[in-house]
């Protein structure tokens, strides 16, 4: 079992900035790739970033790429998101998720997902 604690999540005003963290307790942190997933009201949960188990591959889906940045630190179990030029559209709940294996983009694929954490950009 990988337990995921999403934190950081909070009200920013549009073109802000926020960074997520997500900490793992549990099996071997550095054997997922870990990913980032979001959920708006009345929105099916989407993928916005990977990273691979050794963050030496990182993947963006076009709606957060040069915005978003993902990166991990596997001394300190944990995952980072850091968000800038946030846009109203970005509020969501956000999902950090961890992964064994590389199909990085299919959330079915996630092994275990944290509970999330809510995003709010006002205009």
């Known amino acids: 079992q990988v337990q995921l604690v999403e934190s950081g999540g909070g009200l920013v005003q549009a073109g802000g900035s926020l960074r997520l963290s997500c900490a793992a307790s549990g099996r071997t942190f550095s054997n997922y790739a870990m990913g980032w997933f979001r959920q708006a009201p009345g929105n099916e949960r989407e993928f916005i970033t990977a990273i691979s188990w050794s963050g030496g591959s990182t993947y963006y889906a076009d709606s957060v790429k040069g915005r978003f940045t993902i990166s991990r630190d596997n001394a300190k179990n944990t995952v980072y998101l850091q968000m800038n030029s946030l846009k109203p559209e970005d509020t969501a709940v956000y999902y950090c998720?961890?992964?064994?294996?590389?199909?990085?983009?299919?959330?079915?694929?996630?092994?275990?997902w944290g509970q999330g954490t809510q995003v709010t950009v006002s205009s």
């Open positions: 998720a961890a992964l064994r294996g590389t199909n990085y983009y299919d959330q079915n694929g996630y092994n275990y």
